[in-house]
């Protein structure tokens, strides 16, 4: 099965995990930026439970010099366009553009960045795709305002929205709104700036918090489309498909109702535009009535209008259900938890390495919503180590994708629209769950470690030319 002629061959990546310059040319800081990297990290985004009233300056963590892509992304890009990228999913750093969330003005320095990103990738052909909201907000918004329960910042982002659609829309066809919203149920600081002490451990704020994050989402599916008749907006979930551990129907059901809860709920009302009729009783299961959602009837017609037109997510892992009880081992590190599926290796960090179900995933997101597919985010995370002849030779990476992308092919034989794939860190950047760098996805190694030491040197890995052969080929050449 060949690949469709336009299809978007390219990689992805976050401001806050790449970027750096975080406190350059006005920039506000982010929630991100309030958190450290190394083993305390990951309980605080589950947890989430840390004391970020200390002082301010107290966060300068290695993790926030990203790759400092802000002074080389001329290079970075050409590295891209040198694989033959034709899109590069990257994110604005909502901080840069209004530093506190709250202001009238955007900061004209942070736009002219991203004009700057944006001008070079079109001089290489490369269609920018940008996430309006990755895993990071402006710090304030979740520090004076209590993240997105508060409705207010429906408005700020909207403002925010509309202001950078304006500025680039003449260049940018595809926006992302929130990258993967529904993981708020793992991670609400991330998704949703919710603490323990604002409120993330009441399931009915990360509810409020999803329903105004859609509202918001809905403006900026507005705003993009009277900018620009062609734009294209996406949502942005991340999707682990997920399978009953036997054919015991109690395990049947409960992966029924993990999917609904989990891969569905956002996508429902993102893409169809209404409410799934399972919520009222999802509400009930995590201990509130739909009487206490704040949800007024403008905004439903809001949500109803401005359905996105696509849907993208990511996709790493797969998850197995055992609600009986019987199988006891768990699998460490999976992020969506769930139990041990014996037919599947696990990478380093726990992750489930499931290519099939990568075209399981597409056939259901196709049956379920028939829109077009882009996968935004796919990879293995590993440790690179630079062999004696100063060359990083990462088979297992080129395994691990040649495997996925297979598996593509297969979902477009079975007729599923898949519009683009752009793999995860397509150069190395600093990793989401760890703020570390040794956990790297690149095709593209960055001199750098978890202390923040290193030259910054990029060097073009094995995967590097073997994904360069893939996109001149279309996807031919495995
Ligand atoms: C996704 C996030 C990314 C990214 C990726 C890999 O969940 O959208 O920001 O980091 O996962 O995760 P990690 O860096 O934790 O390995």
């Not at 970027?19 to 930026?33: A, F, M, P, W």
């Not at 008749?229 to 409960?254: E, F, K, R």
Request: charged content about 20%; overall charge negative.
């Amino acid at each position: 099965m060949k690949f469709p002629e336009n299809f978007l061959w390219g990689g992805a990546t976050a401001a806050n995990q790449l970027e750096g310059g975080y406190d350059l040319d006005g920039r506000g800081l982010s929630v991100d930026d309030a958190l450290p990297g190394g083993k305390q990290r990951m309980a605080i985004i589950a947890g989430p439970n840390f004391d970020w009233t200390i002082d301010e300056q107290q966060y300068v963590y290695p993790n926030h010099q990203g790759i400092d892509f802000y002074h080389h992304y001329k290079k970075d890009i050409a590295l891209f366009a040198e694989m033959g990228f034709k899109a590069y999913r990257f994110s604005i750093s909502w901080s840069r553009i209004f530093p506190q969330g709250d202001e009238q003005e955007p900061n004209e320095a942070g736009l002219q960045f991203y004009d700057l990103v944006i001008t070079e990738c079109v001089k290489h052909h490369i269609q920018p795709v940008i996430t309006l909201s990755h895993y990071e907000m402006p710090l304030y918004l979740a520090k004076h305002y209590g993240g997105w329960k508060n409705k207010q910042l429906i408005g700020f982002f909207k403002h925010y929205a509309e202001t950078v659609i304006k500025r680039y829309s003449d260049r940018v066809h595809y926006w992302l709104t929130f990258n993967e919203i529904n993981s708020a149920a793992h991670f609400p600081v991330l998704s949703q700036g919710l603490i323990q002490q604002n409120g993330a451990n009441e399931p009915r704020n990360i509810f409020q918090a999803w329903h105004n994050q859609f509202v918001a989402s809905a403006y900026a599916v507005k705003a993009a489309h009277e900018a620009n008749p062609d734009a294209q907006v996406g949502n942005m979930i991340i999707y682990a498909t997920s399978y009953a551990y036997d054919a015991d129907p109690i395990n049947q059901l409960a992966n029924l109702k993990h999917n609904q809860a989990f891969n569905f709920y956002c996508a429902d009302v993102q893409v169809r535009g209404h409410y799934p009729s399972y919520a009222p009783a999802l509400f009930k299961e995590n201990g509130f009535t739909e009487s206490d959602l704040d949800r007024t009837s403008d905004e439903l017609a809001l949500l109803a209008k401005y359905h996105v037109d696509f849907i993208s997510f990511s996709y790493y892992m797969s998850s197995a259900i055992d609600a009986t009880g019987r199988v006891t081992e768990n699998i460490s590190g999976n992020l969506m938890g769930g139990v041990k599926n014996p037919f599947l290796s696990a990478s380093e960090w726990g992750w489930q390495i499931d290519p099939t179900g990568l075209r399981i995933a597409l056939n259901e997101l196709n049956d379920r919503y028939q829109v077009p597919l882009f996968i935004v985010e796919n990879g293995l995370g590993a440790r690179d180590t630079v062999q004696a002849d100063g060359q990083i030779h990462d088979d297992y990476r080129i395994n691990y994708l040649r495997a996925h992308i297979k598996a593509i092919q297969d979902a477009l034989a079975d007729g599923v629209n898949i519009i683009g794939y752009t793999p995860w860190g397509c150069i190395d950047l600093v990793s989401a769950s760890t703020g570390e760098m040794s956990k790297r996805y690149g095709f593209i190694y960055v001199d750098l470690d978890d202390q923040g030491r290193g030259t910054l040197k990029r060097t073009r890995k094995d995967s590097f030319y073997w994904y360069q052969k893939v996109i001149t080929t279309n996807g031919e050449t495995l």
